[in-house]
């Protein structure tokens, strides 16, 4: 592509254009579970979910996972989740949002902290592929910041300037990741995170993806 017109938008995945947040509630628990840790509520989740994981499990546990907990746990998660995302669609007018932003001729991206080469195959699966200029999932070891990721998603982008570029995700760490290589953020409270842990970031919250997209749009301006 040549010279970026107007914002680029990089989507989170998880939580934010894929709405999967009762298969990552579930999956928890699943892990949790095996260490004998009672279940939590979406509402518990939300206030306490942090990343990276380890730290999330911390809160819960009153200490850092062992690095065998951690194994075990992590395994567990990826295969609980595994067999119940198929169940979860897309949040409610991603696809509309994602079509009109491309035919108003702006670019958009993904980078997610989810498998790539299991993220791939889904996006591609919801018909959605073809609104990106770039899909990028995580490649290395998980429990990880999102910031270095960021910085290579970006530096892969031609044409894409970090300061017309906007964030949108669920989590506060699509926030820093957008700070660490200059760009904004907006953050969504239909995924992970609750309002109030959001809004101490000190970027935009919104409770609508169209929001979200009004948002991206003035930031940019």
Same mark, same amino acid.
């Given at each position: 592509? *040549? ?19 009762d298969a990552i509630i579930g999956a928890t628990n699943a892990a949790f579970g ?70 108003? *001729? ?14 791939v195959p889904l996006v591609r699966g919801f018909g959605i592929e073809p609104h ?22 970006? *530096? ?12 949108? *995700? ?16 907006v953050l969504y409270t239909g995924g992970s995170h609750s309002r109030a842990s ?24």
């Amino acid at each position: 592509m *040549g010279k970026q017109t107007g914002a680029h938008i990089v989507w989170d995945w998880n939580g934010t254009l894929f709405h999967d947040i009762d298969a990552i509630i579930g999956a928890t628990n699943a892990a949790f579970g095996e260490l004998g840790l009672e279940p939590l509520t979406l509402e518990q989740y939300r206030e306490l979910y942090c990343v990276p994981v380890p730290k999330f499990y911390e809160r819960l546990m009153g200490r850092l996972p062992t690095e065998a907990e951690w194994e075990v746990m992590d395994d567990i998660f990826h295969r609980y989740y595994a067999e119940h995302r198929g169940a979860c669609g897309l949040t409610v007018g991603a696809v509309e949002l994602l079509a009109g932003w491309r035919s108003a *001729g702006r670019s958009q991206s993904i980078l997610s902290m989810y498998v790539h080469e299991e993220l791939v195959p889904l996006v591609r699966g919801f018909g959605i592929e073809p609104h990106f200029i770039r899909v990028d999932g995580r490649t290395g070891p998980s429990g990880g910041s999102k910031a270095e990721h960021m910085v290579r998603h970006l *530096g892969s982008l031609r044409g894409v300037d970090p300061e017309r570029t906007v964030v949108i *995700g669920d989590a506060a760490d699509d926030a820093v990741a957008a700070l660490h290589v200059g760009a904004r953020a907006v953050l969504y409270t239909g995924g992970s995170h609750s309002r109030a842990s959001l809004e101490a970031v000190g970027v935009p919250v919104v409770d609508t993806l169209e929001e979200a997209v009004d948002e991206a749009e003035r930031l940019a301006a």
